[in-house]
T-cell receptor, first 115, second 112 residues
């Protein structure tokens, strides 16, 4: 068990460019989550997958953001036409099962800096 | 709506001091409660959790008790170490819900 893996860990991009982050969850976990964390704040929920189905999206997920989990394993989060306000750490997490008391395990995050 | 309120930091303590980080919550149902820790440059690690009233979560010398009557989940440790320096986040998830609500975090610095 290698935990939740995210890459790249750091990305610096120019405003207006597209970026994509990848997340590999813990292998048997059917639930996958994306969160965003800005400096000095707690993580904020973006979206959630159960297997390959995207079941919930936050209002924070504007139409420039798209997330996929095509085979119910790894997931990608793409941000199109990046803006400086997108600068944040993007955290992926995974969990097993439907019980809300189940532990949600987080990756180390992908830092995005938009210049 | 659901929310989590943590005591503001930063908190600076000497090694072996007693730690309390307050956390209170607002929820419409019966949430599960969590403390996560974030070390510099890293993601979040689960520290402890409690899934029902009066449960006590504990790990690595840290403890927190789910108090429904005061809607609180305060984090405590009897004797902190320099290695405990990190940001601590209180969080909740409602029964049947799919997303964690986090507090804003409390930065702890322990000095030798």
């Amino acid at each position: 068990d290698t935990g939740v893996s995210q890459n790249p860990r750091h990305k610096i991009t120019k405003r207006g460019q597209n970026v994509t982050f990848r997340c590999d969850p813990i292998s048997e976990h059917n639930r996958l989550y994306w969160y965003r964390q800005t400096l000095g704040q707690g993580p904020e929920f973006l979206t959630y997958f159960q297997n390959e189905a995207q079941l919930e999206k936050s209002r924070l997920l504007s139409d420039r953001f798209s997330a996929e989990r095509p085979k119910g394993s790894f997931s990608t989060l793409e941000i199109q036409r990046t803006e400086q306000g997108d600068s944040a750490m993007y955290l992926c997490a995974s969990s097993l099962g439907a019980n809300s008391g189940n532990t949600i395990y987080f990756g180390e995050g992908s830092w995005l800096t938009v210049v | 709506g659901d929310s989590v309120t943590q005591m503001e930091g930063p908190v600076t303590l000497s090694e072996e001091a007693f730690l309390t980080i307050n956390c209170t919550y607002t929820a419409t149902g019966y949430p599960s409660l969590f403390w996560y820790v974030q070390y510099p440059g890293e993601g979040l690690q689960l520290l402890l959790k409690a899934t029902k009233a009066d449960d006590k979560g504990s790990n690595k010398g840290f403890e927190a008790t789910y108090r429904k009557e005061t809607t609180s989940f305060h984090l405590e440790k009897g004797s902190v170490q320099v290695s405990d320096s990190a940001v601590y986040f209180c969080a909740l998830i409602e029964t049947g819900a799919n997303n964690l609500f986090f507090g804003t975090g409390t930065r702890l610095t322990v000095i030798p």
